[in-house]
């Protein structure tokens, strides 16, 4: 079982950047899929983007490209979002999921382990 808390979500004006952190504990997830997904008010939760174990491998989903990265730090047991250019239709919260079967997964029953979400505010 891993534990996984996401923090760095906030206030931002449209244009802005943040960066999201993904922390583990109770288990290296050094070998599992890492993904995020957020959810607006009133509408379901979304895919963002995802990293393979390895790091060599991702997927995103459209409104993504060009604006969200992930990245993770093995050594530090944790996980990033880096986004870039925000808009107001990203406003949301924010959540980290892991994967320990080896898939790429974009859908949340892929997904073993999430964490606990942070919010993110963009302001136009």
């Known amino acids: 079982q891993v534990q996984l808390v996401d923090a760095g979500g906030g206030l931002v004006q449209a244009g802005g950047s943040l960066r999201l952190s993904c922390a583990a504990s109770?288990?290296?997830?050094?070998?599992?899929?890492v993904g995020w997904f957020r959810q607006a008010p009133g509408k379901d939760r979304e895919f963002v983007i995802a990293?393979?174990?390895?790091?060599?491998?991702?997927n995103d989903a459209d409104f993504a490209k060009g604006r969200f990265t992930i990245a993770r730090d093995y050594a530090k047991n944790t996980a990033y979002l880096q986004m870039i250019n925000l808009k107001p239709e990203d406003t949301a919260v924010y959540y980290c999921?892991?994967?320990?079967?080896?898939?790429?997964?974009?859908?949340?029953?892929?997904?073993?382990?999430w964490g606990q979400g942070t919010q993110v505010t963009v302001s136009s």
């Open positions: 999921a892991a994967d320990f079967n080896g898939r790429l997964g974009s859908t949340m029953e892929e997904y073993d382990s």
């Open positions: 109770g288990r290296t997830f050094s070998r599992s899929t």
């Open positions: 990293i393979m174990w390895s790091g060599g491998h991702t």
